[in-house]
């Protein structure tokens, strides 16, 4: 069974998309709190839970203060999956967390990365590109098992290949499409894609708009 878990409504980034986003004017009204890790261990516990994913609709999760708390009531479960923009943290940080979780059975950190530079910010707005794939590469390098997560939009599908081929040349696992729901279909088609050398790595369209 897996749990999903908000571990925060805070966050550094703005992206359009988001519910935290008031129509590209500042936020929108909503409270800011990071989870107690108590209840968090309270609810693992009772409810014999042992995958669970971290991921906000709101917040990042390591724009949580405690989160570093919130972790180490996980690391007694089977399996893990942290969604972040990874703009946040430092990369000794990231290579500590991949050895805090060596040892489960499935441990993967799905990095939300919608372009190469400049346009990766045209989504993630007050997010650092570089800072991004800085801290990817430190968690890929303490062994950790790293998602290249890509929304298309119309600005960023010219770089869907040299987004995959980047994501293999750092080490990332999978390459995973996250389906476009708010701005309508995308242009990109199965047939895009013809050539590219997975080496080893998953690319998913599951979910993709073609």
Known sequence: MWL??????????????????????????????????????????EYNITSVQLCGNLGDPCAAKNIDAQLDMLTGINRLQIHTNGSLRKPKWWRDLASQFAHLEQFDVWFAIDGIGDTHSYYRQGTNYDRVIENAQAFIEGGGSAVWQ????????HQIKDCIKLSQQLGFKRFEFIRNARYGPTLIKPEDLCGLSKRNMEIKLVGLIL
Do not use: M
Request: glycine share 6%; charged share 20%.
């Open 150 to 157: 890509f929304i298309p939009f119309k600005h960023n599908q």
């Open 4 to 45: 999903h878990v908000e571990p925060t409504t805070r966050c550094n980034a703005w992206c359009p998309g988001c519910s935290r986003n008031n129509n590209g004017f500042g936020l929108t009204d909503f409270v800011v709190e990071d989870l107690n890790p108590e209840i968090l261990a309270i609810t693992i516990k």
